[in-house]
């Protein structure tokens, strides 16, 4: 708790400080008087939205439903990065396609932002029982699904909104504003998710599925078994790895088996049928169906749901 407080205050005098410095010229492109603002994925998308609502043209171009892993972007995609004045993406092993785009256009006019720049990254870890990919090679990988932990959601925040106030100092309190209530629905996500781990009878989930909570189990004391890290493009595992999951279960009487978000979920179904642990959701935001994306669900809530599915797991 005394960490997440000592983030909420710097984060708040960040804040203030972007409402205080000399802005920079507006960069607009468009009839609207609007800045282009395109994301790669739904986190930093949303994120836009919760603090600049409808006063930047916003873009997504991982389409709703669709795996992140495996996204190729199409020429109406690069167009559209090209078009932008803020670009955000993940940053990583898994964005390898972003950086061949950038090399190849002209960039002096685009505020490009790597979410995986904006906290403190650590290197992805294989677990106990969990199946590496058979091409690992020796260079360190990191962990890129930074934004599962509310506390990073917080940092990022802060860096998109310092990026908009730049570019927009026109709306620059507009974004204050908004980032400032966000940030504290953050910290009140973070508050719950501390509530449910702290007085838990147990610290360990398990996924049948990849894991891309590093970030997040490191911020709350979890213990974890998956079938493989968060960044993984298998989908299918292998027997023994099935068993040792199922023997997990068993010998330490959990009560739930996680599976993300677009998964087939077949892995989860054999565990859960094998155990009788019940089979849960527990959202990485990655990306969202159509259906929630048209409802205008955004990572709160999403969130919000893992708060609950969480006390479940532990409890």
């Known amino acids: 708790m005394k960490k997440t407080i000592l983030i909420f205050i710097m984060i708040a005098a960040v804040l203030l400080g972007i409402s205080g410095c000399k802005k920079n010229k ?6 609207d008087g609007k800045i282009n603002v395109t994301a790669t994925i739904f986190p930093p998308y949303d994120f836009v939205r919760q603090i600049a609502g409808d006063k930047v043209n916003l873009s997504m171009l991982l389409p709703p439903g ?14 559209t990065i090209q078009n932008s004045d803020i670009f955000i993406y993940v940053g990583g092993e898994s964005d390898s396609w972003v950086d061949r785009i950038l090399d190849s256009m002209d960039t002096d006019k685009i505020n490009i932002l790597a979410m995986i720049d904006m906290v403190d990254a650590v290197e992805e870890i294989i677990v106990e029982g969990m199946e590496e990919e058979e091409d690992e090679g020796e260079e360190v990988e990191y962990d890129e699904h930074v934004w599962t932990s509310p506390r990073n959601a917080m940092l990022i925040v802060v860096t998109i909104t310092e990026a908009l106030s730049e570019a927009d100092p026109a709306n620059a309190g507009f974004y204050l504003q908004n980032a400032s209530a966000y940030i504290e629905e953050l910290a009140q996500l973070d508050a719950a998710f501390n509530e449910v781990t702290a007085g838990a009878k147990r610290n360990t989930i398990v996924f049948a599925d990849r894991f891309p909570f590093r970030y997040f189990a490191d911020s709350y004391g979890l213990s974890y078994f998956a079938a493989f890290p968060g960044c993984s493009t298998e989908t299918e ?5 099935v068993a040792f999951l199922i023997n997990k279960i068993r010998a330490e009487k959990i009560p739930v088996v996680f599976h993300i978000e677009l998964s087939n979920e077949r892995m ?3 565990i859960s049928g094998e155990t009788g642990a019940k089979k849960l959701l527990l959202h990485a935001c990655h990306n969202i169906t159509k259906r929630d994306f048209d409802a205008g669900l955004g990572y709160l809530d999403l969130m919000r749901k893992n708060v609950e599915n969480l006390r479940e797991a532990l409890h």
């Open 26 to 31: 507006t960069v607009t492109r468009n009839a």
């Open 66 to 79: 669709a795996e992140s892993h495996s996204f190729e972007p199409s020429p109406k995609d690069i167009i």
């Open 237 to 241: 595992p292998s027997a023994a790895t």
């Open 268 to 270: 989860a179904n054999t």
